[in-house]
């Protein structure tokens, strides 16, 4: 029962994040985090968003905004660097909670507005930022969100880029957690790899069903699924942080 949980959860927050490319990992995340420990669940949806986002990747390739790339990649590299020069453990409840709350001040402070990953220095504190995130709690899609919002990028422009870089940072992650971090339990292989090909199905279900939005539409439902989202991290996160 646990196993068809975990496999539909794959497929249908594939599904959503292939549609606004955004979303299904963190939904992912909450149910592992819930069966697994953090440890594991970290490796688990390391495998598996790492195939849902390189799938789409892939199915989008053409799209993919390359030069934002090398700036990014070094803002990664640091985050990188960082955390395996000092083995960091994370608290994943304060770190939801931090991820919750940074949308909501994106949406509150203008100032926070003029983000835009498409700008070099931009394109360095994101990869620095996202990369943290993703190594320290496990997911950063609001984080990341927030620096395409504001950008003329086209809707698959933006799915296709955000991709390809959390392919790498979720590769990163699921190496940390493999190399460094010991875990206590772990999904049999043949769940792991039913998850990864259901990542790659609802992953394709999704960016075919991308067709239906313009792009006007695409950035409204991006905008409140952000926010959504981020209060779900808010609410996980504080229950976490009481609960312990």
């Not at 039913?194 to 990542?199: C, G, Q, R």
């Not at 075919?208 to 808010?234: E, H, K, M, P």
């Amino acid at each position: 029962m646990l196993f068809a949980v975990i496999l539909l959860s794959v497929f249908f927050t594939s599904l959503l994040s292939g549609v606004l490319g955004m979303a299904g990992g963190i939904i992912l995340m909450a149910i592992l985090v819930s069966t697994l420990s953090v440890s594991s669940a970290m490796i688990a949806h390391g495998l598996v968003q790492a195939t849902a986002n390189g799938s789409r990747a892939a199915f989008l390739r053409r799209h993919i905004q390359w030069s934002i790339l090398p700036a990014y990649l070094l803002g990664a590299s640091f985050a990188t660097g960082l955390f395996v020069s000092l083995t960091l453990v994370p608290d994943v409840s304060m770190i939801l909670i931090c991820i919750g709350l940074f949308p909501w001040i994106a949406r509150l402070l203008p100032s926070m507005k003029g983000l835009n990953i498409t700008h070099k220095g931009t394109a360095i504190f994101c990869g620095t930022l996202v990369t943290g995130a993703q190594l320290f709690a496990g997911v950063s899609g609001p984080l990341l969100d927030i620096f395409y919002l504001n950008t003329p990028l086209t809707r698959y422009e933006i799915i296709a880029t955000k991709a390809f870089t959390q392919t790498l940072g979720h590769i990163l992650k699921t190496i940390y957690y493999t190399l460094i971090v010991q875990f206590s339990d772990s999904l049999p292989v043949w769940v792991l790899i039913l998850a990864m090909a259901s990542a790659v199905l609802g992953t394709r279900v999704g960016t075919r069903l991308v067709d239906r939005f313009s792009d006007a539409q695409f950035r409204n439902y991006s905008g409140v699924a952000i926010l959504v989202i981020g209060t779900i991290c808010l609410i996980r996160g504080i229950t976490g942080l009481y609960a312990s």
